[in-house]
T-cell receptor, first 112, second 114 residues
Framework: DQQVKQNSPSLSVQEGRISILNCDYTNSMFDYFLWYKKYPAEGPTFLISISSIKDKNEDGRFTVFLNKSAKHLSLHIVPSQPGDSAVYFCAARDFGNEKLTFGTGTRLTIIP | DGGITQSPKYLFRKEGQNVTLSCEQNLNHDAMYWYRQDPGQGLRLIYYSQIVNDFQKGDIAEGYSVSREKKESFPLTVTSAQKNPTAFYLC?????????????FGAGSRLTVL
C-alpha cells in the first residue's frame, strides 16, 4: 500500500523554465512533508520541508506547496538549472512517529 | 567534517551468506535508520533506532537484523533469510529542523548477490 505516490517517473524541462514535481498522499496523520534530491550512487540530500499547518514554504529557487484537502504537495523549482537534474523524492512523517515514508521518486532532467 | 560513513561501497555475496553493512555517524544524532532502494520502489524502511540499545522494525524488516550498541554506529546484517537482497542500501541519521526530522544520508552500499 503506497501511502506516498509520485505518479510521474520522469520529467524534462528546458533550462530557465519552471519545474513542477508532484506528490500525493493518502494518510491523514502525516504532519510534515519533505523533499529530497538524489544523484546517482549518492545518498539523498534534504531540500525543503513544510508543516501540515502551512500551505507554502519558500527557500530560494525552491517552493513547496501543500493542499491538505486534496492530499497533494508540489515542488516548484524556478528557474531550473542543469545542476537540478536528479531524482527527487517526496517524504512524509506520520504524526508522533519518527520514521519517514518516501515516494517512488521523479527523475528530473533539465535540458540546456 | 560531520557526516555518515557507509562501508563497503560495493559488496558481492554468495547465496546463503550473511553480510554486515557498516554505518557510522559523527553528527551526534540520536536516531538512525536503514533504507533500501530498488528501481521504481523508492526508499523503503528496514529498521530504525531512536536511542542506543533500542530499535524498531520498519516496513520490510524480514531477513535483516541490526544492533545499536553505540550512539554513532548502526550496522545492518543481511541474513540468508532475505529472499531478494540485491539492492542499494542507505543509512541515515536525523535531527529536528523546525519540527521535521530531517534525515542526513550516507553515500550508500550496493549489495549484489551472485
Amino acid at each position: 500500500d503506497q501511502q506516498v505516490k509520485q505518479n510521474s517517473p520522469s520529467l524534462s524541462v528546458q533550462e530557465g523554465r519552471i519545474s513542477i514535481l508532484n506528490c500525493d498522499y493518502t494518510n491523514s496523520m502525516f504532519d510534515y512533508f519533505l523533499w529530497y534530491k538524489k544523484y546517482p550512487a549518492e545518498g539523498p540530500t534534504f531540500l525543503i520541508s513544510i508543516s501540515s499547518i502551512k500551505d507554502k514554504n519558500e527557500d530560494g529557487r525552491f517552493t513547496v506547496f501543500l493542499n491538505k484537502s486534496a492530499k497533494h504537495l508540489s515542488l516548484h523549482i524556478v528557474p531550473s538549472q542543469p545542476g537540478d537534474s536528479a531524482v527527487y523524492f517526496c517524504a512524509a512523517r506520520d504524526f508522533g512517529n519518527e520514521k519517514l515514508t518516501f515516494g517512488t521518486g521523479t527523475r528530473l532532467t533539465i535540458i540546456p | 567534517d560531520g557526516g555518515i560513513t557507509q562501508s563497503p561501497k560495493y559488496l558481492f555475496r554468495k547465496e546463503g551468506q550473511n553480510v554486515t553493512l557498516s554505518c557510522e555517524q559523527n553528527l551526534n544524532h540520536d536516531a538512525m535508520y536503514w533504507y533500501r532502494q530498488d528501481p521504481g520502489q523508492g526508499l523503503r524502511l528496514i529498521y530504525y533506532s531512536q536511542i542506543v540499545n533500542d530499535f524498531q522494525k520498519g516496513d520490510i524488516a524480514e531477513g535483516y537484523s541490526v544492533s545499536r550498541e553505540k550512539k554513532e554506529s548502526f550496522p545492518l546484517t543481511v541474513t540468508s533469510a532475505q529472499k531478494n537482497p540485491t539492492a542499494f542500501y542507505l543509512c541515515a541519521s536525523s535531527t529536528r529542523a523546525g519540527g521535521a526530522n530531517v534525515l542526513t544520508f550516507g553515500a550508500g552500499s550496493r549489495l549484489t548477490v551472485l
